[in-house]
Every structure is written in structure tokens, then in C-alpha cells.
């Protein structure tokens, strides 16, 4: 089955408790745990350096908020962006969490995940 043929529940129950690791661990500062479902090539974007760096300097990654809101899916050749209204419990305003899932090796895993 392709990503983008699973029903909107099944792509929730997959999503969310996604996101809501990648905001526990980005606050935590974790690597190990917030890349743990990571694709081969989104792993070679995100080495553990430099995203050690981003932790250090970022506010933005070690302040998010659990209260986040789903937004919507976007399904697209062999992806799904699932879309969220991500809140800072420091900074004021709202940002815009992107979560790309696909398959590898026969199991989800994530190819994007971003805040504007």
C-alpha cells in the first residue's frame, strides 16, 4: 500500500504521536530519540553536530508547546505533509510544523519536518 492511500484516521494514528515525540525530544535536546524515525537521507541532513548546535541556539526548538493543532494533510506522489499550528511556551506567536511521512524499507518514517 502506498502512504498516500491510507485513510485520514490511519495517517493520524501514525502522525501525531510523531509529531508529538519530535516536540518532546527537540525540547528534551535528545538526539538519539528525536531522530529515531528519521529516514537514510533525512539522517545524513540532520548529523549529530549540527543539530546539537540548533538545540544550543534555538529557542525555538527547546520551547514548544504540546498545545499544537492539526491543520490538514497534503498527499502528494509518495509523501504525506501532515500540517500543525505549533505554539512556543517562551516566543509569542505561531508557527507553522510540517511533517513529510513515507515508506522505507516497508516502514513509515519521516522525510520532513520543519517549523516556519
Do not use: C
Not at 540548533?54 to 494533510?73: C, H, I, V, W
Amino acid at each position: 500500500m502506498k502512504i498516500i492511500e491510507k485513510t485520514d484516521e490511519e495517517l493520524f494514528e501514525i502522525a501525531h504521536p510523531m509529531w508529538a515525540d519530535l516536540v518532546k525530544y527537540s525540547n528534551e535536546e535528545n538526539y538519539g530519540a528525536f531522530t529515531r524515525h528519521f529516514s537514510a537521507s533525512m539522517m545524513m541532513g540532520a548529523n549529530e553536530i549540527e543539530m546539537g548546535k540548533q538545540f544550543a541556539r534555538s529557542e525555538l526548538t527547546k520551547n514548544l508547546s504540546e498545545d499544537y493543532d492539526y491543520l490538514g494533510m497534503i498527499r502528494r506522489g509518495e509523501y504525506v505533509t501532515v500540517l500543525y499550528k505549533q505554539r512556543n511556551l517562551k516566543k509569542e506567536g505561531e508557527w507553522l510544523g510540517r511533517l513529510v511521512l513515507g515508506y522505507e524499507d516497508e516502514k513509515v518514517k519521516i522525510f520532513g519536518a520543519t517549523l516556519f
